[in-house]
């Protein structure tokens, strides 16, 4: 499997408590995240999100797609929100929030491996190509976000 570690910084001009509402109603990414095709809800939860169950199918500017599950593992209000992945990727992705004023620093670190054959094959020679996709659906995220919240 070929492993890969991508942080991403957001400075969203929203108060703090609007942008962590957004993240965490991820089933309404869709509607904001070019990126993000479609979210499916496996199992709730708790109230807090903790234990609750969806399932992403992601594309980016490449001509793939990928889907997998994430499980919210951990939440700390207005701090952060932890998942972790299981499918065509594996492993953890935590958004962390901050605020310098009245903009939100959003930090998204995503540390996952590639469980599809042909993206393990071929990772040597196109890490750079999926970091650049990668980068781009998150590109795609802070403006979708931004345009959400100056509404």
Same mark, same amino acid.
């Given at each position: 499997? *070929? ?12 108060? =703090?408590?609007?942008?962590?509402? *957004? ?5 309404? @990414?869709?509607? @904001?995240?070019?990126? %993000? ?8 939860? *708790? *109230?807090? !999100?903790?234990?609750? $169950? ?5 594309? &980016?500017?490449? +001509?793939?797609? $990928? ?10 209000? /207005?701090? +952060? /929100?932890? &998942?972790?992945?299981? !499918?065509? %990727?594996?492993?953890?992705?935590? #958004? ?21 054959? #042909?993206?393990?094959? =071929?990772?040597? $020679?196109?890490?750079? $190509?999926?970091? @650049? ?11 979708? +976000?931004?345009? +959400? =919240?100056?509404?």
């Amino acid at each position: 499997m *070929a492993e890969f570690c991508f942080v991403t910084l957001w400075r969203i001009e929203a108060p =703090l408590a609007q942008v962590c509402e *957004a993240i965490s109603q991820c089933a309404r @990414w869709p509607e @904001w995240w070019p990126g %993000v095709e479609k979210v499916e809800e496996i199992e709730p939860g *708790a *109230a807090d !999100g903790i234990g609750s $169950l969806r399932r992403f199918t992601w594309k &980016g500017r490449l +001509l793939y797609r $990928l889907t997998f599950d994430i499980r919210i593992t951990r939440v700390v209000p /207005l701090q +952060l /929100l932890e &998942g972790r992945a299981s !499918g065509e %990727v594996e492993g953890i992705g935590c #958004w962390y929030f901050s605020c310098e004023g009245a903009v939100t620093i959003v930090r998204y670190e995503w540390q996952v491996r590639t469980t599809r054959g #042909w993206m393990n094959v =071929l990772a040597p $020679l196109a890490r750079p $190509l999926f970091k @650049w996709n990668h980068d781009q659906v998150m590109r795609q995220g802070a403006a979708g +976000l931004t345009r +959400l =919240l100056q509404r």
